[in-house]
């Protein structure tokens, strides 16, 4: 694993433990879903919210499976890494097909408007209610997935980002942006 991935692995590891304990859990999906739908005023019954939290539960199940190798229910920033090493994500293309249903239930619940479309606004909220991101982080990612600066960011946008982040080695690219500067 190049040292600029393992940098992009342990931000978004942060980012996947809510709670800051050092370990992902699936308590930190259910908090991360219903935070998401609080903040887009969705009532945990309704049928995107609902959609939301069995995605990440999925996500969740998909990571202890390939990273919970000592069977305790929640997974270290070193067993998320050594999952990536191991080939956690073979390839672009099967790692589009998996995430497109994610987005999509993503912008179920962000996207008001119904018009494929992200404000700099919608970014900071979503990614701030589902993953933590501070403010500053999300407008700066915005502004590097916003590749022709009409304001908006695409579902197409953000999966090409997030296929970059895990798949592109250059440093410049969206998708070393995605989770805003990896120093943090």
Not at 48 to 71: K, N, P
Request: aromatic share 10%.
């Amino acid at each position: 694993m190049s040292e600029f991935l393992d940098q992009k692995l342990s931000r978004r590891f942060r980012t996947y433990d809510r709670d800051g304990d050092g370990f992902v859990d699936r308590e930190d999906f259910v908090t991360a879903a219903a935070q998401l739908g609080a903040e887009f005023g969705h009532a945990p019954d309704s049928p995107v919210q609902q959609r939301m939290t069995t995605m990440c539960l999925g996500v969740w199940d998909h990571l202890v499976e390939a990273a919970d190798v000592d069977g305790d229910q929640r997974i270290s920033e070193a067993e998320y890494k050594a999952a990536f090493a191991a080939g956690m994500l073979e390839t672009p293309a099967a790692f589009d097909s998996g995430y497109q249903p994610f987005l999509a239930a993503i912008m179920d619940i962000v996207d008001a408007d119904h018009d494929g479309r992200l404000t700099e606004d919608d970014e900071v909220r979503w990614t701030g209610a589902l993953m933590g991101l501070p403010e500053a982080d999300a407008r700066a990612a915005f502004h590097h997935l916003d590749r022709d600066g009409d304001g908006y960011i695409t579902t197409g946008d953000l999966l090409a980002a997030i296929r970059a982040y895990y798949f592109d080695e250059a440093s410049g690219s969206a998708g070393s942006w995605l989770l805003g500067p990896l120093d943090r």
